[in-house]
């Protein structure tokens, strides 16, 4: 049997934190654009990538070695994931490399690594 989520017993409204919060709550604009970056973090393949990136700087060609993935099927999520400010790229000769586009990256990969650890 499902276990209810706990409600209040009674229905009390308390609007002077209701205020404090909503006063305090980001636009509509902004929450829609972290609801977007978290998508990002909604598919196992693309944090695969991140945790690989994680580790190291990579290649296209390396990642789909690492993940046993066509380089197309890569350069997708590099795409989207690129354009979501999530990861960055150098070009060396003919070889592109892709790292971990900053710290906040690095700190939201290995924090979620931790969360789900404890």
Wanted: net charge negative; with cysteine.
């Amino acid at each position: 049997m499902e276990e209810r989520t706990p409600c209040c017993q009674q229905e009390q409204v308390h609007e002077d934190l209701v205020r404090r919060v909503e006063g305090r709550l980001p636009g509509d604009e902004l929450l829609y654009d972290l609801a977007e970056l978290f998508k990002m973090f909604g598919d196992s393949t693309r944090i695969k990538i991140l945790y690989a990136l994680f580790e190291s700087e990579l290649c296209v060609c390396d990642i789909a070695r690492l993940l046993g993935l066509t380089q197309s099927a890569i350069s997708h999520q590099l795409r989207l994931l690129k354009s979501a400010k999530l990861v960055q790229y150098r070009r060396e000769g003919k070889t592109v490399y892709y790292s971990l586009a900053d710290a906040h990256v690095r700190s939201i990969v290995g924090q979620g690594m931790e969360h789900i650890c404890e």
